[in-house]
């Protein structure tokens, strides 16, 4: 029902920051909540950040809080994750996924969500 698709993942040195975004189409953006997720090689997928469907509510993993900002934009139907002061920890294909939400809850389980992009490569490295 509702396509994304992410951009903007590329080299960065340690310290640097990046703004991905998560571009949605096909469906009635507001009504999704929107999670932020990371998998590097041989790791498990693990949960970044979330936004509930008005953006009035955010959450974070504990690696990324005070560093990483989740925001969306409904009249342009895309999220963005600004990544500061990063890390070669955060080295991964970061994806982003919606579900229909009826609570306005922020989701922090993969298995919450419905409908995933195809991911970005976010390299930190000297």
């Known amino acids: 029902q509702v396509q994304l698709v992410e951009s903007g993942g590329r080299l960065v040195q340690p310290g640097g920051s990046l703004r991905l975004s998560c571009a949605a189409s096909?469906?009635?953006?507001?009504?999704?909540?929107v999670g932020w997720f990371r998998q590097a090689p041989g790791k498990e997928r693990e949960f970044v950040a979330g936004i509930n469907k008005s953006g009035g509510n955010t959450y974070y993993a504990d690696s990324v809080k005070g560093r990483f900002t989740i925001s969306r934009d409904n009249a342009k139907n895309t999220v963005y994750l600004q990544m500061n002061t990063l890390k070669a920890d955060d080295t991964a294909v970061y994806s982003c996924a919606a579900v229909v939400s009826y609570s306005g809850g922020v989701y922090t389980r993969a298995r919450n969500y419905d409908y995933w992009g195809q991911g970005t490569q976010v390299t930190v490295s000297s």
């Open positions: 096909g469906g009635t953006f507001s009504n999704y909540a």
